[in-house]
């Protein structure tokens, strides 16, 4: 049974703080991995994509895999009020065309002003 | 907007309806996916067409009927639904060389009655 298991929070943080989820997975097989954000009432939005061990930024969002412990998280720098929402972690065996992502039930963060 | 619309966005049958939700990408992609997100529960995927050949089908029960004309549309034909089923149901589409990046439509709020 493939699983991702996230803390499902709220994780409240203060704004301006570095908000930091985390992300497990069961499939030692899974290649890709993903963070996606959620708003209340909304689609999920990809925000980060990361393939190999180490760190991967883009703007104030990193995210960094560790395929060993099987843990992937995402860290958000100078949090803001608008970065309140749910992250969600998925996974993905294959290293390219189709295939479905497995999801974790995602973590509410709650960035207080 | 990311590019994938679906129709209608709120839908509400009775148990001996019969309803079709619309899925269109305009991204250029070859890959289109169906989600289920239910609450407390993690988004589930139903299935996934490469191609416009179906490639997954997730023990989706066969009130559900997925239909793939091209790579850009896709259709979940839905017949004697449960109230069990009222979700948010997501439609993804993915380019088949971006490792498995998927970008979700806005989706479809149904309840069953």
């Known amino acids: 049974q493939k699983e991702v298991e996230q803390n499902s929070g709220p994780l409240s943080v203060p704004e301006g703080a570095i908000a930091s989820l985390n992300c497990t997975y069961s499939?030692?097989?899974?290649?890709?991995f993903f963070w996606y954000r959620q708003y209340s009432g909304k689609s999920p939005e990809l925000i980060m994509s990361i393939y190999s061990n180490g760190d991967k930024e883009d703007g104030r969002f990193t995210a960094q895999l560790n395929k060993a412990s099987q843990y992937v998280s995402l860290l958000i720098r100078d949090s803001q009020p608008s970065d309140s929402a749910t992250y969600l972690c998925?996974?993905?065996?294959?290293?390219?065309?189709?295939?479905?992502?497995?999801f974790g039930k995602g973590t509410h963060l709650i960035i207080q002003p | 907007e990311t590019g994938v619309t679906q129709t209608p966005r709120h839908l509400v049958m009775g148990m001996t309806n019969k309803k079709s939700l619309k899925c269109e990408q305009h991204?250029?992609?070859?890959?289109m996916y169906w989600y289920k997100q239910s609450a407390k529960k993690p988004l589930e995927l139903m299935f996934v067409?490469?191609?416009?050949?179906?490639?997954e089908n997730n023990s989706v029960p066969s009130r559900f009927s997925p239909e793939c004309p091209n790579s850009s549309h896709l259709f979940l034909h839905l017949h004697t639904l449960q109230p069990e089923d009222s979700a948010l149901y997501l439609c993804?589409?993915?380019?088949?060389?971006?490792?498995?990046?998927?970008?979700f439509g806005p989706g479809t709020r149904l309840t069953v009655l």
């Open positions: 991204l250029g992609h070859n890959a």
């Open positions: 067409y490469n191609f416009k050949e179906q490639t």
């Open positions: 499939d030692r097989g899974s290649q890709s």
């Open positions: 993804a589409s993915s380019h088949n060389r971006v490792m498995g990046e998927q970008f």
């Open positions: 998925a996974v993905i065996r294959s290293g390219g065309g189709a295939d479905g992502l497995t």
